[in-house]
Structures are given as C-alpha cells and as structure tokens.
C-alpha cells in the first residue's frame, strides 16, 4: 500500500490522449481485461477532456490500488477552474457547459466502482474515480485516500506510505526521507518495510524498530498513527504533520518529536487523543505548506477521503518536494453526488 502516484499535467488536447495512454497501459499491466481497459480509458479520457475544456491549471493523476487479492486504477483529476455551482446538473447526460455531448461526468459515474465529485465556483473540482479488474473488493470498514507524488523532475518519490491491521488497530505510517530521489525513497521505504515485517501494533515499538532500519540510509521523518475504538494514538520523529477533523470543523493536531529517524532522535512518545465517529485522519509530508486547512471548502468532510487529499495536495503542495497526503474515516454513508 505505499503506491506513489504518476501525476500528468493536461492543459491541451495532446496531454489529454497521454493520459489515456498512461492509464490504458497501467491497467494492461495489472491484467485488466480488454473490457475493463476500455472502461479505464473512457473515464480518464473523459475527465483529460473536461480538463481541456474548463481548467486553468489541471492535472491527474493515476495511481494502482492493492486490496487482497484485487488490483485496481485510481484516478484523480484536479483543477483550478471555474468550477461547477450545480453538481448534479452537472452529472445528468446531456448537460453541457462547453458545447460537447454532456454525457462525460455521467458515464465515468456509471463506469467506475466508486466515483466522487467535489467542486468549489471559482476554486476548482476534483474528480475520483476507481476502477478494478473485475470485481471489486468487499469494503473493510475504512475509506482511504493518498495522494504520493514526487517532486517534479524525479522518477522516483521520497516518500512512502503504508496502512496495516495489526492486533486489531489500524495502523498508518507515513514517511519522508531526507531530502529527495533514490536514496530518499530508499530511506522512506525501509521505514515501511520494518513496519510490514513487525508484529507490534504499539506506535512507539514501531517507530523504534524503524529507527533501527534506517541506521544505513540517509535517516527519515516517519510517523504512526493506531486507531483502537474511541482512541487514537500517534508518535512521530521529524516534519510529518497530522491532525484529527471533526465533522463540526474542529481540529486537533497531533505532536511529533525532533529528529531524523535513523541517525538523531532524542525522545519517542506516544501521544493519545479521543476518536469519535465521523473524524477524519490527515497525515502528510512537508511537501504540503505548514498552513493547510479545510474549513474553506463547505462539505468536504462530507465527501471521500480521495477527494479530500485530492483538494489539499492542489490547493497546498509547495510544489518543490516530494508530497504525500495521507486521508483516513471509518466508513459511512456519504450522499451520492
């Protein structure tokens, strides 16, 4: 589950057809069916087009999706535009803004296991979609979504993330090696690799058997954070943020302890807080800007958590480092777009 996303710039026509192209061959890759592929197609097409025709900055990006036995596509479509003042008129076949069909919202909806939609007049929207070869698998109770994408110009991210059930708590991580490139990421994900491999789900004892992973890297910002009925546990080293929302638009943010993980640390705590229904999870890298919130956006604590770290990583990213954003909830029943 540390999956990175390819994020693709679409302002004209020719980006448009890239991007189908990128996605098309992702989902061959993963063994898609030809039908299934042309579904993948369709709704990224799609949504590159609507990019084309609305956007002034616009990108999406495609990111593989592992659960169990089941491999998927996840894209996201991101822009600053004008946005959309009626969302559901928007989704009905045969409405159009721009001169076309009108039937692109409608059919990457019908096409996808999960579509969701958040658009702000004169901010933007974001469009999430997943798709999976064959069927989809059952829900396990928690809405995830991550958007991990390098610093631009880099094949390879720094970052790495990571979810995992352990002892009956879930768990995530999140990690930045030291700066950016091959030795980050080798940093970041030897910090996975030592929290996949241990059995413990205390939040300390983790972070402790990654320190001593990263002894041979560059060292790494990593933090954990364990979700056990109504409490949350968290213990960080270095610059990952995080933070619990509250439906009612209350935040708490978490406290995370000097140092590099792997070479200096002087102190690893655990730190508890009260979980309550309908909290959402944000955890991210310093390649989001230190002052990223939600209370503009009317809703979207409402909506997937794919599309809330979606918003944030287009309206925060300092554009200059390696990103991720990491959005967890305990699943509910959102409204349908």
Known sequence: MEVSSTAIAVTESSQAGHARRTASALAARLGFSEEDQGKVAIVVSEAAKNLVAHAREGQ???????????????????????????????????????????SGLGAMRRMSSLFDIYSQPGVGTVVLARLWSGKPP??????????????????????????????????????????????????????????????????????????????????????????????????????????????????QRLVSMNGTLGHQTHRMQQFSYTWNPGDTLVMCSDGLATQWRVDAYPGLLARHPGVVAGVLFRDFSRGRDDATVLVARETSRRGTP
């Open 138 to 251: 059952p829900e396990d109770g928690l809405d995830v979504g991550v958007v991990c994408v390098p610093k631009t110009g880099e094949e390879v991210c720094g970052d790495s993330w990571s979810v995992d059930r352990k002892g009956g708590r879930l768990v995530f991580l999140v990690a930045d090696g030291l700066g950016h490139g091959p030795e980050a990421a080798r940093a970041s994900r030897a910090a996975v690799v030592s929290f996949l491999e241990q059995g413990s789900s205390d939040v300390v004892e983790l972070l402790r058997g990654a320190h001593q992973e990263l002894h041979s890297t560059r060292g790494a910002a990593v933090a954990l954070t364990a979700l056990e009925g109504a409490q949350l546990h968290f213990s960080g080293v270095g610059n990952i943020a995080a933070a619990v929302l509250s439906p009612g638009g209350g935040i």
């Open 60 to 102: 999406i990006l495609l990111r593989t999706l592992h659960a169990g036995p089941h491999v998927g596509v996840e894209m996201l479509a991101l822009d600053k535009g004008p946005g959309m003042v009626d969302v559901d008129r928007c989704l009905r076949d045969g409405y159009s803004t721009a001169g076309t069909g009108g």
